[in-house]
């Protein structure tokens, strides 16, 4: 019903900028909430940050400063933008959206960042 497909990932030295994108097809729903998430090689997957349908953002401590989640309802997609890149973001970055009526967490199938020391 809901497909998500992330893009603007890539290879970047560290410092440098990126920003992701989550463009969302299907039916349109409301949202609850949307969000990215990162896993690095042998790690868990982590919140990055979301953002309420209310649009209330919330952030890891981690990338606090330097990431901004924002959404644009009209073209329905939701962004990413990563600044003053460290080594230690590099992950494949998935996007994720509950909506209201739906059940289920719908997830894409995820971009590369890397970033170069």
């Known amino acids: 019903q809901v497909q998500l497909v992330e893009s603007g990932g890539g290879l970047v030295q560290a410092g440098g900028s990126l920003r992701l994108s989550c463009a969302t097809s299907g039916r349109i729903f409301s949202i609850r909430s949307m969000g990215w998430y990162r896993q690095a090689p042998g790690n868990q997957r982590e919140l990055v940050a979301t953002?309420?349908?209310?649009?209330?953002?919330n952030y890891a401590d981690s990338v606090k400063g330097r990431f901004a989640i924002s959404r644009d309802n009209a073209k329905n997609t939701l962004y990413l933008q990563m600044n003053s890149l460290k080594p230690e973001d590099t992950a494949v970055y998935y996007c994720n959206a509950d909506y209201w009526g739906l059940s289920g967490t719908y997830w894409g199938q995820g971009t590369q960042v890397t970033v170069s020391s």
């Open positions: 953002i309420t349908g209310g649009g209330r953002t």
